[in-house]
């Protein structure tokens, strides 16, 4: 049973604001695989949406790709065994488990068990990479707003941005180590 007073990383409230995340850029992904675009270089690919924090941040499913938002690794397990610990990359973690982390720390596990590999500098997350993670996560929030097509397209663009400033951090981190 949901806890009445936990909030969402995004400000929504639990499994109800993750539910409709999902629904929401479900819809999206087939309503833009359908469009007619004027112009080519507008075609948008909506990710599908990440089990644990509902964001659409995984361009395939069930291929050890992990999310840039909550660092969950999609490993295939969504809603019907949400509750089972499948003690693969995810570790002692299920992802009903994952999911109340993500809403009370923004990650898929609290922050002092974080052991993602790709931070091996154990410095954790950046300011920086803070910084690109909440504005991924408000980009991604205001699509959900009514909004026309190049308005999308735009908050596309703020969304390759972000990735592009983690990767960076990411390099910075690496060759820093
Ligand atoms: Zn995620």
Redesign the pocket.
Known sequence: MRNAGEVDASGGSGDEALHRRRTWFAKYRKAAARADYRDPEDVIEVPYT?P??G?P?LAARNRLWY?A??W?EDDGQDDPRADEVFGGPNGIYSLSQSRQY?RQYGKYSPPNENARLAYPDEEGESELERESVRRMISTFEAMMTPQDDDARIALWEVVKECYATLDAEKRRKNDAS
Do not use: L, M
């Open positions: 990440c644990c924090c964001y941040t999310c938002i909550c969950w993500f």
